[in-house]
Protein backbone atom coordinates (compact mmCIF):
# COMPACT_ATOMS: atom_id res chain seq x y z
CA UNK A 1 0.00 0.00 0.00
CA UNK A 2 1.31 3.56 -0.42
CA UNK A 3 2.26 5.52 2.90
CA UNK A 4 1.81 9.14 3.74
CA UNK A 5 5.32 9.01 3.39
CA UNK A 6 5.42 7.78 -0.32
CA UNK A 7 3.10 10.72 -1.31
CA UNK A 8 6.23 13.12 -2.70
CA UNK A 9 8.08 10.30 -4.44
CA UNK A 10 4.68 9.11 -6.09
CA UNK A 11 4.00 12.39 -7.27
CA UNK A 12 7.53 12.73 -8.81
CA UNK A 13 6.88 9.79 -10.20
CA UNK A 14 3.76 11.05 -12.05
CA UNK A 15 5.69 13.89 -12.91
CA UNK A 16 7.97 11.68 -14.58
CA UNK A 17 6.02 9.34 -16.62
CA UNK A 18 2.87 12.17 -17.34
CA UNK A 19 3.11 15.37 -19.75
CA UNK A 20 3.70 18.57 -18.14
CA UNK A 21 0.33 20.03 -17.04
CA UNK A 22 -1.05 16.65 -16.24
CA UNK A 23 -2.54 18.25 -13.47
CA UNK A 24 -4.49 20.41 -16.22
CA UNK A 25 -6.78 17.34 -17.32
CA UNK A 26 -10.18 16.96 -16.08
CA UNK A 27 -9.76 13.67 -13.89
CA UNK A 28 -7.16 16.10 -11.67
CA UNK A 29 -10.29 18.84 -11.83
CA UNK A 30 -12.77 15.27 -9.90
CA UNK A 31 -9.39 15.34 -7.50
CA UNK A 32 -8.23 18.45 -5.98
CA UNK A 33 -9.27 18.66 -2.21
CA UNK A 34 -10.78 14.76 -2.46
CA UNK A 35 -8.18 12.37 -0.60
CA UNK A 36 -7.59 9.11 -2.78
CA UNK A 37 -9.00 5.77 -1.08
CA UNK A 38 -6.10 4.56 0.92
CA UNK A 39 -6.35 1.33 0.96
CA UNK A 40 -6.25 0.47 -2.96
CA UNK A 41 -3.21 2.85 -3.62
CA UNK A 42 -0.31 0.90 -4.22
CA UNK A 43 3.58 1.17 -5.23
CA UNK A 44 5.53 -0.99 -6.40
CA UNK A 45 9.67 -1.02 -4.83
CA UNK A 46 12.32 -3.24 -6.15
CA UNK A 47 14.33 -4.93 -3.31
CA UNK A 48 16.29 -1.99 -2.76
CA UNK A 49 13.13 -0.16 -1.92
CA UNK A 50 13.48 1.90 -5.68
CA UNK A 51 10.24 3.36 -6.59
CA UNK A 52 9.09 1.21 -9.86
CA UNK A 53 5.52 2.45 -10.11
CA UNK A 54 1.99 3.31 -8.52
CA UNK A 55 -1.10 3.36 -8.53
CA UNK A 56 -4.34 5.71 -6.94
CA UNK A 57 -7.91 5.53 -6.66
CA UNK A 58 -10.33 8.28 -6.14
CA UNK A 59 -13.98 8.69 -5.45
CA UNK A 60 -16.68 9.82 -7.27
CA UNK A 61 -20.44 10.48 -8.47
CA UNK A 62 -22.21 8.93 -11.80
CA UNK A 63 -24.62 10.58 -12.09
CA UNK A 64 -26.70 8.72 -8.70
CA UNK A 65 -24.06 6.47 -8.31
CA UNK A 66 -20.86 6.15 -6.45
CA UNK A 67 -17.83 4.79 -8.46
CA UNK A 68 -14.19 4.83 -8.37
CA UNK A 69 -11.85 6.57 -10.46
CA UNK A 70 -8.66 4.73 -11.16
CA UNK A 71 -5.55 6.70 -11.87
CA UNK A 72 -3.25 7.79 -12.12
CA UNK A 73 -1.03 4.45 -12.98
CA UNK A 74 2.52 5.01 -13.63
CA UNK A 75 5.46 3.30 -14.27
CA UNK A 76 8.85 4.32 -14.13
CA UNK A 77 10.02 4.51 -17.76
CA UNK A 78 13.34 2.33 -16.50
CA UNK A 79 10.91 -0.63 -15.42
CA UNK A 80 8.72 0.01 -18.75
CA UNK A 81 7.73 -3.05 -20.58
CA UNK A 82 7.98 -5.42 -17.53
CA UNK A 83 3.91 -6.04 -16.95
CA UNK A 84 4.54 -3.69 -13.71
CA UNK A 85 1.04 -1.20 -14.59
CA UNK A 86 -0.87 -4.20 -14.93
CA UNK A 87 0.62 -6.04 -12.32
CA UNK A 88 -0.33 -2.74 -10.31
CA UNK A 89 -3.62 -2.60 -11.77
CA UNK A 90 -4.90 -6.30 -10.98
CA UNK A 91 -3.48 -6.32 -7.42
CA UNK A 92 -5.03 -3.28 -6.23
CA UNK A 93 -8.69 -4.17 -7.85
CA UNK A 94 -8.07 -7.55 -6.13
CA UNK A 95 -8.09 -4.70 -3.06
CA UNK A 96 -11.35 -3.75 -3.98
CA UNK A 97 -14.32 -4.32 -1.10
CA UNK A 98 -17.11 -1.73 -1.01
CA UNK A 99 -17.16 -0.58 -4.13
CA UNK A 100 -19.17 -1.34 -7.23
CA UNK A 101 -17.97 0.10 -10.12
CA UNK A 102 -14.52 1.35 -11.36
CA UNK A 103 -14.12 4.17 -13.91
CA UNK A 104 -11.01 5.38 -15.92
CA UNK A 105 -10.03 7.49 -18.89
CA UNK A 106 -7.68 5.29 -21.12
CA UNK A 107 -6.66 3.22 -23.79
CA UNK A 108 -9.45 0.47 -24.35
CA UNK A 109 -6.85 -2.02 -26.33
CA UNK A 110 -4.48 -1.80 -22.87
CA UNK A 111 -7.35 -1.68 -19.90
CA UNK A 112 -9.58 -4.18 -21.83
CA UNK A 113 -7.24 -6.88 -20.74
CA UNK A 114 -8.12 -5.86 -17.26
CA UNK A 115 -12.31 -5.68 -18.01
CA UNK A 116 -12.90 -2.76 -18.73
CA UNK A 117 -15.26 -1.61 -21.32
CA UNK A 118 -16.55 1.85 -23.65
CA UNK A 119 -19.04 3.39 -20.86
CA UNK A 120 -21.58 4.94 -23.55
CA UNK A 121 -24.02 7.14 -21.41
CA UNK A 122 -20.83 8.34 -18.54
CA UNK A 123 -19.93 12.13 -19.13
CA UNK A 124 -16.09 12.98 -17.84
CA UNK A 125 -15.93 16.86 -17.62
CA UNK A 126 -14.06 18.22 -20.79
CA UNK A 127 -12.57 17.71 -23.38
CA UNK A 128 -12.49 14.21 -22.11
CA UNK A 129 -12.86 11.70 -25.53
CA UNK A 130 -15.48 10.25 -24.71
CA UNK A 131 -14.29 7.29 -26.47
CA UNK A 132 -11.80 6.79 -23.51
CA UNK A 133 -14.09 6.63 -20.81
CA UNK A 134 -13.95 3.22 -19.98
CA UNK A 135 -15.32 1.34 -16.86
CA UNK A 136 -15.85 -2.26 -14.86
CA UNK A 137 -18.38 -3.71 -13.28
CA UNK A 138 -17.20 -5.24 -10.00
CA UNK A 139 -20.41 -7.00 -9.19
CA UNK A 140 -22.09 -8.43 -12.02
CA UNK A 141 -24.49 -5.59 -13.30
CA UNK A 142 -22.98 -2.72 -11.39
CA UNK A 143 -23.37 -0.21 -14.56
CA UNK A 144 -26.21 -1.22 -15.54
CA UNK A 145 -28.86 2.09 -15.33
CA UNK A 146 -25.99 4.44 -14.25
CA UNK A 147 -25.67 6.84 -16.21
CA UNK A 148 -24.74 10.64 -16.46
CA UNK A 149 -21.65 13.29 -15.70
CA UNK A 150 -19.04 12.51 -13.30
CA UNK A 151 -18.69 14.54 -10.45
CA UNK A 152 -16.46 15.58 -7.49
CA UNK A 153 -16.83 13.36 -4.58
CA UNK A 154 -19.19 15.14 -1.71
CA UNK A 155 -19.55 12.70 1.05
CA UNK A 156 -17.34 12.55 4.14
CA UNK A 157 -14.22 11.70 3.96
CA UNK A 158 -13.00 8.14 3.68
CA UNK A 159 -9.46 8.08 5.00
Not at 30 to 51: E, Q, S, W, Y
Not at 126 to 141: H, Q, W
Request: proline share 9%.
Amino acid sequence: MEHPDDWWEVEALYDLAFAPGREALSSYRLRNDVPPVPDICLVARDRLGILGGAIRYWPVHVGDADALLLGPVAVHPTRQGEGLGGLLIEASLDLVTDWERVLLVGDAPYYGRFGFRKLEDVRMPPPTNPERVLGRALTPGAWDGVTGNVTRWSKPTLA
